[in-house]
C-alpha cells in the first residue's frame, strides 16, 4: 500500500520541496559531514550562550517548584516584555492581554498562521524568504506568495511590489525585520509605506524582530508596530533565539492586535497549550538590568565578527556592500560568474567554509550566499583564511572564462 498517498494530503506532499527549492540540502550536509575544520556559516544556531543571570534564575524555578502551567505567559515575564516593547521598542500594548509567549517564535508564526488562514488564503513574504514562514504559511493551509527583492536595494521590499500582488485572497505580509537571510533593516519609511498599503488593501503586517538587537553602522532597528496608526494592523513577532542567545529554549512571542490576541491563545492553547515555566523565569532575567552588560558584550562581539569577515572578504577581492543586520547575511558572489550552488559547493570542498547558497532561500538568492556569523572569531579567522585563496582562484577564473 502506498501509505503516503493513503494518508499524506496532497497539499503537504510537496511540502518539503517548496521549503527547500532547488538546492539539494540532503547532499550538501554529506559532503559537510565528511570534512575536518569546517567552518560552518550555515547554521542559526550561534555557539554563544545565554546570559549567567538566566541559567541561574532558570536553575532556580526547577529547584524551587515554579514549574507549572503558565498559559498566555508568566505574568512576570509579560510584564517584562511589556516594558522592553515600550522603552526599546516604543510599541505600546496591554502586556497582561496583548501579548502571548510562545515556544519560539517558530509557534508564534505558525500560531498566527492557523488562526489568519482558510486554505488557499494566501500570504506574501520576501524572495528570499526565511524558509520558516514559508512553512508555517503551508501548514495553515495557506500560499505563500514571494515579492521579489534584491541586494542592489539592500533586500527591502518596494512596496509597489508588495501591493502588485495583493489578490482578494491575501492576508498579510510577512518579514524579518532585521532580515535572515538577508539582514535588510528596513527604514522608517518603507516601514510606513508598507503600513499605508495594509490599511488601503486592508491586509495586516506580521513583521518578525527575532535579530532586532544586531543593527550596526548607526543603523537603528524601528518596530513597525511603533509608527501612528498600527495598533489594529500589525502583530509582531519575537523571540528569544537570537537576541538572547537563546535558541534550545524555545520562547518566543507575539504582540498582538487586542482583537486577535483572545482567538490567538486559543489556538496557541491547542498547539502547545504553553511555553515552558522554568525558562520563562529566565527569560525574565535575561531581560533584567542584570544580565544587560553581558548582551551589551554579545552585540560588541557580532560586530567584531562581522566587522572582520568583510575586512576579509574585501581583501580577497571580493568586497560586499553591507546591509546593517549583523548575525546573518548576504554574500554577493555575483562577479564569480557562476550559480550559488557551484559556488558554495567550492566554497566547501576547497575552503571547508560552509554557506548555503541563498536560492535556498527563494529564486532571488541566486548570485549570492547566505552567512550566519555563529562561529568564534578564531574558527571565522581560520576559515577566511583558508577561503581567501579559493575565492583569488574563482575570481580569476572567471576573468580567463571571458
Ligand atoms: C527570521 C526568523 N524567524 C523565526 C525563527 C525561528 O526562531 P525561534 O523559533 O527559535 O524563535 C528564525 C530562526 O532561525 C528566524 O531566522
Redesign the pocket.
Known amino acids: 500500500m502506498n501509505f503516503t498517498q493513503r494518508f499524506i494530503p496532497a497539499f503537504r506532499r510537496d511540502f518539503k520541496a517548496r521549503d527547500s527549492g532547488s538546492f539539494d540540502r540532503p547532499r550538501y550536509l554529506k559532503i559537510a559531514s565528511e570534512l575536518k575544520d569546517l567552518a560552518s556559516l550555515n547554521s542559526?544556531d550561534p555557539d554563544l550562550t545565554a546570559a549567567p543571570a538566566a541559567v541561574e534564575a532558570a536553575v532556580d524555578a526547577l529547584r524551587t517548584g515554579k514549574t507549572h502551567y503558565v498559559y498566555r505567559g508568566l505574568p512576570e515575564l509579560l510584564e517584562a516584555l511589556g516594558r522592553k516593547l515600550a522603552t526599546e521598542n516604543h510599541v505600546t500594548v496591554d502586556a497582561r492581554t496583548q501579548i502571548i509567549v510562545t515556544n519560539?517564535?517558530?509557534e508564534a508564526a505558525t500560531a498566527v498562521f492557523q488562526t489568519l488562514l482558510e486554505p488557499g488564503d494566501e500570504i506574501l513574504t520576501t524572495d528570499p524568504y526565511?524558509s520558516?514562514h514559508v512553512g508555517s504559511i503551508l501548514t495553515a493551509r495557506g500560499v505563500p506568495v514571494l515579492v521579489p527583492t534584491s541586494g542592489d536595494t539592500l533586500w527591502e521590499p518596494d512596496p509597489a511590489e508588495v501591493e502588485a500582488r495583493i489578490t482578494p485572497r491575501t492576508k498579510g505580509f510577512i518579514f524579518?525585520n532585521p532580515g535572515?537571510p538577508s539582514a535588510a533593516v528596513y527604514r522608517r519609511e518603507t516601514l510606513q509605506a508598507l503600513l499605508d498599503l495594509a490599511h488601503r488593501r486592508n491586509i495586516l503586517m506580521i513583521p518578525?524582530e527575532?535579530?532586532e538587537r544586531y543593527v550596526y553602522d548607526g543603523h537603528r532597528h524601528i518596530s513597525m508596530a511603533s509608527l501612528p496608526g498600527a495598533a489594529d494592523r500589525v502583530i509582531t513577532l519575537g523571540?528569544f533565539?537570537k537576541s538572547y542567545c537563546m535558541?534550545g529554549w524555545r520562547l518566543?512571542w507575539i504582540a498582538a492586535p487586542s482583537w486577535l490576541a483572545g482567538i490567538l491563545e486559543q489556538v496557541r492553547y491547542a498547539m502547545s497549550m504553553a511555553a515552558g515555566t522554568p525558562n520563562q523565569w529566565g527569560a525574565v532575567a535575561a531581560l533584567s538590568e542584570a544580565a544587560a552588560p553581558y548582551y551589551a558584550q554579545v552585540y560588541r562581539t557580532y560586530g567584531e565578527r562581522r566587522a572582520f569577515f568583510l575586512q576579509a572578504l574585501a581583501a580577497a577581492g571580493l568586497p560586499q556592500r553591507a546591509t546593517p543586520g549583523g548575525f546573518v547575511g548576504m554574500l554577493d558572489i555575483r562577479r564569480t560568474g557562476r550559480p550559488s550552488g557551484e559556488v558554495a559547493e567550492i566554497f566547501l570542498r576547497e575552503g571547508r567554509v560552509a554557506m548555503w547558497p541563498a536560492t535556498a532561500f527563494g529564486p532571488h538568492g541566486e548570485g549570492w550566499l547566505r552567512y550566519g556569523l555563529v562561529v568564534p572569531l578564531d574558527t571565522l579567522k581560520e576559515g577566511m583564511a583558508r577561503l581567501a585563496p579559493v575565492i583569488r582562484t574563482l575570481l580569476r577564473s572567471d576573468v580567463t572564462r571571458v
Do not use: K, R, V
Request: negative net charge.
Open positions: 542559526g519560539g517564535s517558530a526565511y520558516g524579518a535572515n518578525d527575532l535579530f523571540g533565539s535558541t518566543g
